[in-house]
């Protein structure tokens, strides 16, 4: 079956800008979560959407938002861009399940903020 | 705060030789601990999952050993090939209000496999 698929791959954008990712789960998975990655901070949790509700939130600015739709997919929005937001960012998708649940990834993308 | 820490962050082994990756954890309160090996640019592919009521999983090459008492894990990696060669990483899902539904992560240990 198809695995998490994450458009687009690579984003250029400038200061002040904002962009849309957008996370395709597994289909069945009703579970996706969103992590940032970077040389230094290594992986952080932006947040987690189940069922269109955010379940759990990670410790980042305002200018990062998500949203979860009635098919499972899901788009992250970060707004007035700046350097720091340069990253990789992963969407995750599950079942939804604490504690016995794999997490699969999708491929990412890649943001990179001039 | 859950903090996972992962030693060492760089291993360079010659192909061949048996390996372990260790991950420590300082909140047992945990549903589980995965294993992800990511290769450069890409996605996070899981290995392996160890719910906090087993003790170790196993897949292939693969082992996984968990002691939540002591918050640590290891991966352990038998007859080790060049296609190995990825940074591994580990991840806690806590058991907690705050921290459920989302995953921490150490940095990764990098791994090098000498053909």
């Known amino acids: 079956k198809a695995g998490v698929t994450q458009t687009p791959r690579y984003l250029i954008k400038t200061r002040g800008q904002q962009v849309t990712l957008s996370c395709s789960p597994i289909?069945?998975?009703?579970?996706v979560s969103w992590y940032q990655q970077t040389p230094g901070q290594g992986l952080q949790f932006l947040f987690e959407?189940?069922?269109?509700?955010?379940?759990n939130k990670g410790n980042f600015p305002g200018r990062f938002s998500g949203r979860q739709f009635s098919n499972s997919r899901s788009e992250m929005n970060v707004s007035t861009l700046e350097l720091g937001d340069s990253a990789l960012y992963l969407c995750?998708?599950?079942?939804?399940?604490?504690?016995?649940?794999?997490?699969?990834f999708g491929p990412g993308t890649r943001l990179t903020v001039l | 705060k859950q903090e996972v820490t992962q030693i060492p962050a760089a291993l360079s082994v010659p192909e061949g030789e048996n390996l372990v990756l260790n991950c420590s954890f300082t909140?047992?309160?945990?549903?589980?601990l995965q294993w992800f090996r990511q290769d450069p640019g890409k996605g996070l592919t899981s290995l392996l999952l160890i719910q906090s009521s087993q003790r170790e999983q196993t897949s292939g090459r693969l082992n996984a050993s968990l002691d939540k008492s002591s918050g640590r894990s290891t991966l352990y990696i038998a007859a080790s090939q060049p296609g190995d060669s990825a940074t591994y990483l580990c991840?806690?899902?806590?058991?907690?209000?705050?921290?459920?539904?989302?995953?921490?992560f150490g940095k990764g240990t990098k791994l090098s496999v000498i053909p």
């Open positions: 959407y189940f069922s269109e509700t955010q379940r």
């Open positions: 991840a806690v899902e806590p058991r907690s209000g705050a921290g459920s539904y989302q995953l921490t």
């Open positions: 995750a998708s599950s079942f939804g399940s604490s504690g016995t649940d794999t997490q699969y």
């Open positions: 909140d047992s309160a945990i549903y589980n």
């Open positions: 289909s069945g998975h009703r579970s």
